[in-house]
């Protein structure tokens, strides 16, 4: 390889293609992390050179090009195997300054920034081939709308407002519109010039005070093993893009249509980035979407854990050291569908709940299983048969959930339930049930009704769980209690959790008076937490209400909740720690048919 630092003039002045491979990422940098800094750095170099001291050279970072063949009538051309977010967004200022020239009525200066965003060649058919840079297949509607835009008011008609563009990853033309607006504020600013000279001072910095370090490869090196090791400026590589110029390099290697597997395999991960790229919470951290994907498709490959620091490295030895990347492709393609579906299940249908109240739990070790299951669901399941699925995992979590069982062994448990469903060359529900039933001991066990039972009247549910999950308890029984005959209350609020008898109850709830006070104290502490005293208010109630008399509570309750869960309080003329448990008992049956478990004469 050979290593050179130029100057933008020298890297843009002549007549050259930097081309970006469809398989790498698309434009990403952003204005707090990138755009912002790149600008601060430009300005204090041209400030120096404005105010008449030596401007010394200021180094932009490093790129990284591979040598492309071309036909003797083309361009000659590189393949930018790093750093092209960087010489995207050079383009993308220098073209903003170019349309500032052409507002200010200088030609020359527009020329100029013109010689180094354009290639000249009349002869050249292709008109894409006059763009210096040409970005991946994603980008290149926006790029070549914004370098041919002309104004910045043409560009902000590409993308709307800029929160709307930003939140459509049209990363291109808000960039163009940062540079415009932060490029005219400091030329109209003068520092004692005029725009016009203001912006020549801008153009000569540009062009003799601003370096890239250029790393040209040859046909020696390896261009993907130099591509693996090096980083973009403050956005590093998902695991998922490394994935994906892997492939590629890999398909392009073997003679394949990369092309075609792009159109076919990839092409949706790039488009809807707001899906793929949005950043969810997976424990503690919070990671996009796409590498949470491949980490629960990898786990599901591969059989065992995958960390998700090692995405990329778990990738390639699973792929092993001949990989048929379209096989692969295919495979991504298929349960990136099948997950994607995860998120879009019709609301109110038992499908949805499912994954919402999966969601609450944060319970994603299942994932992986879920993904086969569904992708098996394609072939051969009734949509009754998965839902007789789902109610039974759904049902194995919440009742271990409510009995405060661990979830340290999740993992091995439901990648050994998928080698048991593997064995049997079947995934339906009695092969999954069966599994379930079988299995002992505190990490594993499916707890029996005689156990949900005790545990739902006895544990303090509103400080055991997060108040979300104590929520998602109360709001499945309110669904559940739903008959034909009852009004459907859509509710758009979020409901609050609210006590019947209240935690302040000194007042107006005294103690049994038939009881020894310490043992009406203990009685009346362990059941004030639990479900039988909690249900859901789409207000808070004022706390004088909260903590008055019965009576008047629930009269409060009734006039303002039209819940079916409150609905049954109107029966009981007194609130206590019997009327508490007579609640749990009527609640619990109906948690028991939301989340059933066969008997063992059953299993």
Same mark, same amino acid.
């Given at each position: 390889?050979?290593?050179?630092?130029?100057?933008?003039?020298?890297?843009?002045?002549?007549?050259?293609?930097?081309?970006?491979?469809?398989?790498?990422?698309?434009?990403?940098?952003?204005?707090?992390?990138?755009?912002?800094?790149?600008?601060?750095?430009?300005?204090?170099?041209?400030?120096?050179?404005?105010?008449?001291?030596?401007?010394?050279?200021?180094?932009?970072?490093?790129?990284?090009?591979?040598?492309?063949?071309?036909?003797?009538?083309?361009?000659?051309?590189?393949?930018?195997?790093?750093?092209?977010?960087?010489?995207?967004?050079?383009?993308?200022?220098?073209?903003?300054?170019?349309?500032?020239?052409?507002?200010?009525?200088?030609?020359?200066?527009?020329?100029?920034?013109?010689?180094?965003?354009?290639?000249?060649?009349?002869?050249?058919?292709?008109?894409?081939?006059?763009?210096?840079?040409?970005?991946?297949?994603?980008?290149?509607?926006?790029?070549?709308?914004?370098?041919?835009?002309?104004?910045?008011?043409?560009?902000?008609?590409?993308?709307?407002?800029?929160?709307?563009?930003?939140?459509?990853?049209?990363?291109?033309?808000?960039?163009?519109?940062?540079?415009?607006?932060?490029?005219?504020?400091?030329?109209?600013?003068?520092?004692?010039?005029?725009?016009?000279?203001?912006?020549?001072?801008?153009?000569?910095?540009?062009?003799?005070?601003?370096?890239?370090?250029?790393?040209?490869?040859?046909?020696?090196?390896?261009?993907?093993?130099?591509?693996?090791?090096?980083?973009?400026?403050?956005?590093?590589?998902?695991?998922?893009?490394?994935?994906?110029?892997?492939?590629?390099?890999?398909?392009?290697?073997?003679?394949?249509?990369?092309? @075609?597997?792009? !159109?076919?395999?990839?092409?949706?991960? %790039? =488009?809807?980035?707001?899906?793929? /790229?949005?950043? +969810?919470? &997976?424990?503690?951290?919070?990671?996009?979407?796409?590498?949470?994907?491949?980490?629960?498709?990898?786990?599901?490959?591969?059989?065992?854990?995958?960390?998700?620091?090692?995405?990329?490295?778990?990738?390639?030895?699973?792929?092993?050291?001949?990989?048929?990347?379209?096989?692969?492709?295919?495979?991504?393609?298929?349960?990136?569908?099948?997950?994607?579906?995860?998120?879009?299940?019709?609301?109110?249908?038992?499908?949805?709940?499912?994954?919402?109240?999966?969601?609450?739990?944060?319970?994603?070790?299942?994932?992986?299983?879920?993904?086969?299951?569904?992708?098996?669901?394609?072939?051969?399941? @009734?949509?009754? !048969?998965?839902?007789?699925?789902?109610? %039974? =995992?759904?049902?194995?979590?919440? /009742?271990?959930? +409510?009995? &405060?069982?661990?979830?340290?062994?999740?993992?091995?448990?439901?990648?050994?339930?998928?080698?048991?469903?593997?064995?049997?060359?079947?995934?339906?529900?009695?092969?999954?049930?069966?599994?379930?039933?079988?299995?002992?001991?505190?990490?594993?066990?499916?707890?029996?009704?005689?156990?949900?039972?005790?545990?739902?009247?006895?544990?303090?549910?509103?400080?055991?769980?997060?108040?979300?999950?104590?929520?998602?308890?109360?709001?499945?029984?309110?669904?559940?209690?739903?008959?034909?005959?009852?009004?459907?209350?859509?509710?758009?609020?979020?409901?609050?959790?609210?006590?019947?008898?209240?935690? @302040?109850?000194?007042?107006?709830?005294?103690?049994?008076?038939?009881?020894?006070?310490?043992?009406? /104290?203990?009685?009346?502490?362990?059941?004030?937490?639990?479900?039988?005293?909690?249900?859901?208010?789409?207000?808070?109630?004022?706390?004088?209400?909260?903590?008055?008399?019965?009576?008047?509570?629930?009269?409060?309750?009734?006039?303002?909740?039209?819940?079916?869960?409150?609905?049954?309080?109107?029966?009981?003329?007194?609130?206590?720690?019997?009327?508490?448990?007579?609640?749990?008992?009527?609640?619990?049956?109906?948690?028991?048919?939301?989340?059933?478990?066969?008997?063992?004469?059953?299993?």
């Amino acid at each position: 390889m050979k290593a050179d630092s130029l100057s933008v003039r020298q890297l843009f002045v002549q007549d050259r293609r930097y081309l970006v491979p469809l398989f790498q990422r698309p434009y990403v940098w952003e204005e707090t992390g990138q755009w912002q800094p790149l600008w601060e750095d430009i300005i204090k170099v041209a400030e120096r050179r404005r105010d008449g001291n030596a401007a010394k050279p200021h180094f932009l970072g490093a790129v990284v090009l591979d040598q492309i063949r071309t036909v003797s009538s083309s361009f000659d051309a590189r393949q930018i195997i790093d750093g092209q977010q960087r010489l995207t967004t050079l383009q993308i200022l220098l073209v903003a300054l170019r349309d500032l020239a052409c507002q200010l009525g200088d030609s020359d200066l527009e020329r100029a920034f013109e010689r180094l965003t354009r290639n000249e060649d009349p002869l050249n058919k292709d008109p894409d081939a006059v763009f210096k840079v040409w970005p991946t297949n994603v980008d290149r509607q926006h790029f070549r709308a914004v370098m041919t835009a002309g104004s910045h008011e043409a560009v902000e008609g590409i993308c709307g407002s800029p929160s709307e563009g930003t939140q459509s990853g049209l990363r291109i033309p808000q960039a163009y519109l940062f540079f415009h607006r932060a490029a005219k504020v400091w030329i109209e600013d003068g520092g004692g010039k005029k725009p016009v000279e203001h912006l020549t001072v801008l153009l000569k910095t540009l062009l003799e005070s601003l370096l890239v370090v250029v790393i040209d490869l040859d046909e020696s090196d390896n261009a993907q093993v130099i591509f693996e090791s090096l980083n973009a400026r403050g956005t590093p590589l998902l695991p998922a893009d490394l994935v994906k110029n892997f492939l590629f390099h890999t398909a392009e290697l073997g003679g394949k249509n990369i092309e @075609s597997l792009y !159109e076919t395999y990839w092409k949706p991960f %790039d =488009l809807d980035r707001k899906f793929w /790229r949005a950043e +969810v919470r &997976q424990g503690r951290l919070r990671r996009p979407r796409l590498d949470t994907f491949f980490q629960h498709y990898l786990t599901l490959k591969t059989k065992d854990e995958v960390l998700s620091d090692h995405l990329y490295t778990t990738f390639k030895e699973y792929a092993g050291p001949r990989p048929d990347a379209a096989s692969h492709l295919e495979s991504l393609r298929d349960y990136s569908l099948v997950y994607r579906s995860f998120f879009e299940q019709e609301p109110g249908s038992r499908e949805r709940f499912f994954f919402e109240r999966l969601e609450l739990m944060e319970t994603t070790t299942v994932v992986p299983l879920l993904l086969e299951i569904f992708k098996q669901a394609e072939k051969q399941t @009734s949509r009754a !048969e998965l839902r007789k699925i789902l109610v %039974d =995992l759904e049902s194995f979590l919440v /009742r271990r959930m +409510v009995c &405060q069982l661990t979830t340290k062994n999740y993992n091995r448990l439901f990648l050994d339930l998928l080698s048991f469903l593997r064995q049997r060359n079947s995934f339906g529900s009695e092969d999954i049930r069966a599994f379930l039933v079988q299995q002992e001991g505190e990490s594993t066990r499916w707890p029996t009704d005689t156990e949900f039972q005790e545990a739902w009247l006895t544990v303090a549910a509103y400080r055991a769980l997060v108040r979300r999950r104590v929520r998602m308890l109360l709001e499945a029984l309110n669904l559940a209690l739903y008959s034909d005959k009852t009004e459907q209350v859509q509710i758009n609020k979020t409901l609050t959790v609210e006590h019947l008898l209240p935690r @302040s109850w000194e007042t107006h709830w005294p103690l049994s008076e038939q009881e020894d006070e310490s043992q009406a /104290r203990n009685r009346r502490s362990t059941l004030l937490h639990t479900i039988g005293n909690l249900t859901l208010l789409t207000h808070s109630l004022n706390p004088a209400v909260s903590n008055g008399p019965w009576p008047k509570k629930r009269t409060q309750i009734l006039k303002h909740s039209a819940l079916n869960l409150n609905r049954p309080l109107e029966e009981y003329d007194e609130w206590d720690e019997d009327a508490i448990l007579k609640r749990g008992r009527a609640l619990f049956r109906v948690a028991k048919k939301i989340w059933p478990r066969p008997t063992d004469n059953e299993s």
